[in-house]
């Protein structure tokens, strides 16, 4: 299972970016795909998640309202549509995919469900 997270730049606060997470033909068999971010010095955080089969999302409250996730199917793709970016998220940004061997009790952004994750991508917010 392959994915790779791309997208980040540096930008000014209350710009907008689109994250992409590509994945190979192999991890079409996720069950979700989640993002996350991990800031210098914090712990890593789980910010929005997709699921494969009926589109249901989820997302942390820091981004609700300001972050959209999606997905392509037809070009294997999950993107982290961001607007309205604040300094705060500033950090790396992993995409990675749950395949649904984990308790169901385990949230679907716990990075405790997913199986196989990304290289992250920086996004920077700073005037």
């Known amino acids: 299972v392959q994915l790779q997270a791309s997208g980040g730049g540096l930008v000014q606060p209350g710009d907008s970016l689109r994250l992409s997470c590509a994945l190979s033909?192999?991890?079409?068999?996720?069950?979700?795909i989640g993002w996350f971010r991990q800031a210098p010095g914090k712990d890593r955080e789980g910010v929005s998640s997709?699921?494969?089969?009926?589109?249901?999302?989820n997302y942390a409250d820091s981004v609700k309202g300001r972050f959209i996730i999606s997905k392509d199917n037809a070009k294997n793709t999950v993107y982290l549509q961001m607007n309205n970016l604040q300094r705060e998220d500033t950090a790396v940004y992993y995409c990675a995919a749950d395949l649904n061997v984990r308790s169901p009790r385990i949230g679907a952004l716990s990075s405790l469900r997913y199986d196989y994750w990304g290289r992250g991508t920086q996004v920077t917010v700073s005037s």
């Open positions: 997709i699921r494969r089969n009926d589109g249901t999302t």
């Open positions: 033909a192999f991890s079409l068999d996720y069950y979700r």
